[in-house]
């Protein structure tokens, strides 16, 4: 079966995402303050304003606003380029306001970062570098160019020079750190994000699998009767006829293929009740089942089943979970993508746990990222565009993630090592999953399936 690599969504799609009118309330609340801003100060404060460019500034995203609410619908979603437009202006349209009102004299210069961290949160890298240059330069520019605040008796309002440089030094540093920091978090958000759909989306195709499973299981069930109905009829129509080869012909037909209906709908009842009606299956059955589409690739897969000592001899029955199966197999996967010859996995149970150590000949982890092994869209082990021993698969970063969160949520606990294998000497990559044998065991734990008494058909 071929895997699909999934890709995080990057900053472009992502800006896709954000509406007009999002973008237009904010700009409307911004408005607002600016020009409760600029009418009280010199009523409260007695300060000088050039109240004619100042609210010619504002009125400037006034009509801005009203001419996007009016020409475009309420659900646009604004691309990358629109969106960048947008801050860009409301970034330009901000300094212009405080060029107009002191400059770095004025304490709402810090506003200025707004734009920077919408644009580092929401926007791809490219346009928060534009952003946050912009930004530098503005504030660079309004260090030394400005109008003056001054008071009614024409005094300059003006701090000192030590503070503008000050100010400005811890402007920049603002920018640089808010968008990194930004940036940073919101990556992680969305990368997490996309690994637990791309998890989500795996659960989910194993459990229409095993739902279809059963519907076709019914099926072939249900249809039995009427085909044996109709074999029935067209073999007595065979017999009726047999002085009328034509019609007999016809009715030798309907029999045979009522024949071949039987033997198809009774190999999909097979395989259908082999492979999804049993809720529970003995350990060995459940690894196997696991690890059988990577039995043929060119690898030796070795599985091996033991009790520790002390432990009951009789294998434990577990649960038939698609958490267990997907997420062991894409372990599985993996061993066999980076092993050289061999993987052995070893299923092991005592009367407290049971233990699957999967373990290949490989090069192993890189030590360095022994720490980070579960975590979505890691480094490869090895960086390199394309590999022939891993087909048709990229990264073991997702792949990894999805199979721990998946046996995490079944109640195991992971541990990744590299080591020796005690028999075969090998030097690899070995992965340890473990569970308290309540959580999965089909008879006696949590979760145990009920054993109902026969029905009467």
């Known amino acids: ?87 860009m202006f409301d970034l330009v349209q ?72 000050g100010q400005w030094i811890a402007l920049i540093i603002a920018v640089v750190f808010t968008s990194a920091y930004s940036r940073r978090v919101t990556s992680e958000i969305h990368l997490m994000a996309d690994a637990l759909s791309a998890t989500q989306m795996a659960l989910a195709r194993e459990q229409k699998l095993t739902d279809l499973g059963g519907v076709v299981a019914a099926a072939a069930h249900e249809l039995g009767t009427p085909l044996a109905t109709i074999k029935l009829a067209s073999a007595e129509l065979v017999h009726e006829l047999k002085d009328h080869s034509d019609l007999r012909e016809d009715a030798e037909l309907i029999r045979d293929q009522a024949d071949r209906c039987r033997d198809i709908l009774r190999d999909m009842g097979r395989a259908g009740k082999d492979d999804l009606h049993m ?35 009789d294998q434990p029955s577990i649960l038939r979970m698609p958490e267990i199966i997907h997420g062991l197999r894409n372990l599985v996967q993996n061993a066999v993508d980076f092993a050289d010859s061999s993987v052995w996995i070893e299923a092991r ?20 990222l022994l720490g980070r092994i579960g975590d979505p869209f ?46 075969s000497s090998q030097i690899g990559a070995i992965i340890e999953v473990r569970w308290p044998r309540r959580k999965i065991d089909a008879k006696d734990g949590d979760h145990a399936v009920p054993i109902r008494a026969n029905a009467r058909f």
């Open 1 to 87: 079966m071929t895997q699909q690599t999934i890709r995080p969504l990057g900053g472009p799609m992502r800006a896709n995402w954000i509406r007009l009118r999002t973008m237009i309330v904010l700009r409307w609340v911004a408005i607002a303050g600016q020009f409760f801003a600029v009418t009280v100060t010199p009523l409260l404060f007695g300060v000088q304003l050039e109240m004619g460019w100042c609210y010619f500034t504002i009125g400037v995203s006034v009509i801005g606003n009203l001419v996007a609410t009016f020409i475009f619908p309420e659900n646009k979603r604004l691309s990358e380029r629109q969106n960048m437009a947008m801050v």
């Open 94 to 165: 901000l300094s212009f306001l405080l060029f107009l009102t002191g400059g770095l004299n004025n304490p709402f210069v810090l506003l200025l970062l707004g734009p920077v961290t919408i644009s580092a949160t929401a926007l791809s890298l490219r346009a928060t570098l534009a952003l946050g240059g912009a930004a530098i330069i503005s504030v660079t520019i309004l260090a030394f160019a400005n109008v003056p605040l001054k008071t009614q008796t024409g005094d300059i309002l003006r701090i000192p020079q030590l503070f503008i440089f």
């Open 378 to 423: 890691m480094s490869q082990r090895k960086k390199r565009s394309t590999d022939p021993r891993r087909p048709e698969y990229e990264g073991m970063g997702l792949g990894l993630f999805i199979a721990k969160t998946l046996l995490e949520r079944s109640g195991a606990k992971l541990r990744f090592a590299n080591g020796a294998d005690e028999a």
């Open 279 to 313: 809720r529970q299956a003995p350990l060995i059955t459940v690894v196997e089942s696991a690890a059988e589409p990577h039995m043929d690739r060119g690898k030796t897969v070795l599985v091996s089943l033991n009790a520790a000592d002390g432990a009951a001899t």
């Open 349 to 368: 149970w005592t009367a407290e746990t049971i233990t699957v150590r999967i373990i290949d000949d490989g090069n192993g982890f890189p030590p360095h």
